[in-house]
């Protein structure tokens, strides 16, 4: 397993498909982190995020500087124009924040054709602020490139469509068009290429094998 340092204002991506394994690397690096808001668009009331759970911008205010937040928004707070507000109110916070998003290709936060303003602000300085942005993505296909060229840490989980592999081959090198595999030919479900400072190698952080 690859030994992975994390600064304290350095950008990650995970990307891979559903079941790969992308976010639940994302919520074990995060959970180092004390100060943290997860953004959970995806709804799943069986996620495994910890933090006080609020469900729109007022009731954030309410617990911030408590503790670990997760966001997931009820659906007039799903707008493009509500999620820029929430990256406005953490990028105007001026507080030392983590904040991880858990599918950035959504259209109003990352996506390539209609994206936050304020999300990609924090994107490009929050490296300087102290607020760095993780995301995660099972379709980098529609990500802007700068949410996968601004990640000092790439991990690249199994992808199932090819647009979403040459994608990140694009950045990453022609390494991660192919799924890791183990020594016997299998192909190893849970492993990731992980992309630091131009340099991709093998890790396989979950250790669980899949079939051939």
């Known amino acids: 397993m690859a030994t992975i340092k994390i600064g304290p204002r350095e950008r990650l991506l995970s ?43 007022a009731s954030l205010a309410k617990v911030w500087n408590k503790g670990p937040i997760v966001y997931q928004p009820t ?3 799903m707008t493009i124009d509500a999620l820029d507000a929430f990256f406005r109110f953490i ?17 109003g936060i ?4 209609v994206y936050s303003y304020y999300a990609d602000l924090l994107l ?3 490296r300087g ?16 490139n700068e949410a996968i060229s601004e ?12 647009g979403d592999r040459q994608k990140m081959a694009g950045i990453c090198g022609d390494t ?21 400072d131009g340099e991709t190698r093998f890790m396989y952080p979950l250790g669980k094998y899949g079939g051939k």
């Open 91 to 107: 990028y105007e916070t001026t507080q030392d924040v983590l904040t991880v998003v858990d599918e950035a290709n959504m259209r």
């Open 176 to 196: 991660v068009l192919d799924p890791p595999t183990s020594p016997e030919g299998g192909v190893l479900r849970h492993s990731a290429w992980y992309t630091y």
């Open 151 to 162: 990640a000092e840490h790439i991990f690249t989980f199994r992808l199932s469509l090819k």
């Open 75 to 77: 659906p007039e707070y």
């Open 129 to 144: 602020r102290r607020q760095p942005l993780w995301n995660a993505s099972q379709r980098p296909m529609w990500l802007k």
């Open 15 to 57: 990307v891979g498909q559903t079941g790969s394994g992308k976010t639940t690397l994302l919520r074990n690096l995060a959970q180092a982190i004390p100060y943290r808001i997860i953004l959970d668009t995806k709804q799943d009331p069986e996620d495994k995020w910890l933090g006080h759970r609020v469900y729109t911008l």
């Open 110 to 113: 990352l996506n390539s054709q």
């Open 124 to 126: 490009r300085q929050g």
